[in-house]
């Protein structure tokens, strides 16, 4: 089984910062990539930023300059600095990581997992 664990949410000023953090743990074989979204009140996840080896770091129009996405590979966990935080920030984040584990009869699996989301409020 993999879990992954979601820390850093919270309250903050507009143009305050916020670091969230998302470690993996479990049966993990390897990462291939990692990200996060968030969810807006009555709107659909939409996707903040992403990190891979493949295509290295991708960020949605909204946070360009402002967020930074990061990993550390030996820790299984990826980080989201947040600066320059506006109110229309305001959302449930959430981290994902493909991860591939080794099933008991060696497959290896190629699967989407998710945190549980945290919330990140910034008031005006």
């Known amino acids: 089984q993999v879990q992954l664990v979601e820390s850093g949410g919270g309250v903050v000023q507009s143009g305050g910062s916020l670091r969230l953090s998302c470690a993996a743990s479990?049966?993990?074989?390897?990462?291939?990539?990692m990200g996060w979204y968030r969810q807006l009140p009555g709107k659909q996840r939409e996707l903040v930023a992403t990190i891979s080896n493949r295509d290295g770091t991708r960020y949605a129009d909204s946070v360009k300059g402002r967020f930074t996405i990061s990993r550390d590979i030996v820790k299984n966990t990826v980080y989201l600095q947040m600066s320059m935080l506006k109110p229309e920030d305001t959302a449930v984040y959430y981290c994902?990581?493909?991860?591939?584990?080794?099933?008991?009869?060696?497959?290896?699996?190629?699967?989407?997992?998710w945190g549980q989301g945290t919330q990140v409020t910034v008031s005006s």
């Open positions: 994902t990581q493909t991860i591939v584990v080794v099933t008991d009869g060696g497959a290896h699996l190629n699967h989407d997992y």
């Open positions: 479990g049966n993990i074989f390897s990462i291939n990539a």
